[in-house]
């Protein structure tokens, strides 16, 4: 029977000691790990086996750790063997604790809130694990390894980094005395095979004439906008449009932290830089986008628009670059405006309210807002237009609606994408670029029947 029936069937009394007990033999195995990884460092000479290759490092470090454990004489099955000398290795040449989680294809997000809490995202849920480091300077070791690699730093100085693992996941680690209860470290896990399109479909993100749609006005260089909440699947879904950009146009991108996998093959990635040690040399995502303008792209895009570059981006996008893209975080198509707005009048420019929604209006073309639901599914819960100017408000109007019809048993949420019967005005782009010829939209010639 397993510890946590044992547990719920038990006295009081005997429940408290069960758990003691646990505490002790987790305490045990934290120091005995301990104990051989700290003979481990002093028996062997580090520089020379980072020389070898990774397979043959690992087999010279496995034959002396099992030296070790004859040598020790730890009483261990052998499960409890195998486990620990795994786990010594990744303390040796990978991030320790982290290290199955990095290795699992199903967790998304990995937040360690401190030591001894860990929480995954998986298919959308959270959920705690049972990973946990050693203290807070085992927590501290790790993220002092992550950051090191990308030349970054963090002390009580600079307790707050971004970094990058090598496959490309994004990291953010706070430390105190901002952080209250320990370090925290996130990490935003990316696949090495990025998604299509037909994934999206399948997971439920858009349906078939949904992604249809959305493949004819990439194509037709309409500047496009998703919006969504934190992990709601924006920039994923960012990245799958671009896959449709043609290989023939030259794209720019500009990001804080490179997380886009263009397929093109004229891609130049360009990417923010903090400040040194002496508080010097920052580039903001504003400077790349305003040299960007200068390096002859066809199309610009943003990983995320989040502060003033918010006004050289809609002049990029009302100066002959169509078809730039990007995100932005937004409850909603008119809040996004609404932030928009309020990033223009960040930078200073002294433009007044109507001249930045004319600007705006005149910029933007379609706006997709893209929600985590409650079953964690992404979806894509509206497709919105920009029709121009009703005074001084800029106007807009749904082409798409994601229509919920309620929770089945299983807690999935039932709906299905609907027309909303307007005619949108990108309908003349798709036909002078020539992309609705022969296309079959059943759901929207249905609508456009009512």
């Known amino acids: 029977m397993a510890l946590t029936e ?139 390894r992550i950051v090191s690699r990308v030349g970054r730093r963090i002390d009580e100085s600079q307790p707050m980094v971004d970094a990058r693992l090598p496959d490309g996941s994004r990291v953010n680690a706070i430390i105190p005395p901002l952080a209250l209860n320990g370090s925290s470290l996130s990490i935003r896990r990316f696949k090495k095979d990025p998604l299509k399109m037909k994934n999206l479909i399948s997971l439920g993100t858009v349906n078939e004439e949904m992604a249809k749609l959305l493949e004819m006005i990439v194509k037709a260089r309409l500047n496009l906008i998703i919006s969504g909440g934190t992990g709601s699947g924006k920039t994923t879904l960012l990245n799958v449009l671009s896959g449709f950009i043609p290989n023939s146009e030259r794209v720019i991108t500009i990001e804080d932290a490179a997380e886009l996998q263009l397929q093109q093959s004229h891609v130049v990635r360009l990417e923010t830089r903090p400040t040194n040690l002496e508080g010097k040399g920052e580039i903001k995502q504003r400077d790349l986008v305003r040299n960007a303008l200068r390096m002859r792209p066809d199309r610009i895009i943003i990983g995320e628009v989040r502060g003033v570059e918010a006004l050289d981006m809609l002049q990029a996008m009302n100066t002959g670059h169509e078809g730039s893209l990007t995100t932005i975080h937004a409850n909603s198509p008119r809040d996004a405006l609404y932030r928009l707005e309020t990033m223009i009048l960040m930078a200073e420019s002294n433009l007044v309210e109507w001249a930045i929604n004319r600007q705006i209006a005149s910029a933007i073309d379609l706006i997709i807002q893209i929600s985590r639901m409650s079953d964690g599914v992404r979806r894509m819960i509206s497709l919105s237009e920009i029709t121009g100017m009703e005074g001084e408000v800029v106007s807009m109007q749904d082409v798409v609606v994601f229509e919920s019809k309620g929770i089945t048993p299983d807690h999935k949420v039932m709906g299905n994408f609907k027309f909303t019967g307007i005619r949108p005005r990108f309908l003349d782009r798709l036909k002078i670029a020539g992309l609705l010829q022969g296309v079959r939209l059943p759901s929207f010639e249905e609508a456009m029947k009512r």
């Open 6 to 144: 044992r547990l719920k069937q038990a006295p009081l009394q005997e429940k408290k000691e069960a758990l003691e007990s646990e505490d002790r033999k987790a305490q045990q195995y934290q120091e005995t790990k301990t104990k051989l990884h700290q003979e481990l460092i002093q028996r062997i000479d580090l520089s020379s086996l980072f020389k070898l290759e990774k397979e043959k490092a690992r087999e010279e470090i496995r034959r002396i750790l099992e030296g070790l454990l004859a040598e020790k004489k730890v009483p261990l099955n052998h499960i409890e063997e195998r486990k620990l000398l795994q786990e010594v290795e990744n303390e040796t040449f990978g991030l320790g604790p982290l290290e199955p989680l990095l290795a699992d294809p199903t967790v998304s997000d990995i937040l360690v809130n401190h030591p001894k809490q860990v929480f995954v995202e998986r298919f959308g849920k959270l959920e705690q694990t049972d990973i946990i480091f050693r203290d807070e300077a085992h927590l501290r070791q790790i993220i002092d």
